[in-house]
């Protein structure tokens, strides 16, 4: 069974950075193809994706909202994935997740819709104070 856990949310300041990670189990980055994807939301509007870099490929794909200031990153001895978040802003304000389907492609154009992917994590809270 594919699970993700998020982690690393907190209240920064504007201008800060945070750095979240997305533990995936039940598939192994070495041996597997998925797309893992970055969206956030905030109450009131729909999930907007960020990111996504499958696990056999080397570079990730960025919306234009954070590119230059998102970062993704993966270490595949923990099965992890990161978003470093860079020069925060209040809009940044979201509830982060990170989303996985299999063979996905980080060039995929569907890669930003919600409806690519089939495992979601739990969410985690950033809050970025003005």
């Known amino acids: 069974e594919v699970q993700l856990v998020e982690s690393g949310g907190g209240l920064v300041e504007t201008g800060g950075s945070l750095r979240l990670a997305c533990k995936a189990s039940?598939?192994?980055?070495?041996?597997?193809?998925?797309?893992i994807g970055w969206f956030r939301q905030v109450p009131g509007k729909e999930r907007e994706g960020l990111s996504c870099l499958n696990t056999i490929e080397q570079f990730p794909s960025y919306v234009d909202s954070v590119k230059g200031r998102f970062i993704v990153s993966r270490d595949n001895a923990k099965n992890t994935v990161y978003l470093q978040m860079n020069s925060l802003k209040p809009e940044d304000t979201a509830v982060y997740y990170c989303?996985?389907?299999?063979?996905?492609?980080?060039?995929?154009?569907?890669?930003?819709?919600?409806?690519?992917?089939?495992?979601w994590g739990q969410g985690t809270q950033v809050t970025v104070s003005s």
């Open positions: 989303a996985a389907d299999m063979d996905l492609r980080t060039r995929s154009s569907v890669y930003y819709y919600p409806s690519s992917y089939e495992y």
């Open positions: 039940g598939f192994t980055f070495d041996d597997d193809s998925y797309g």
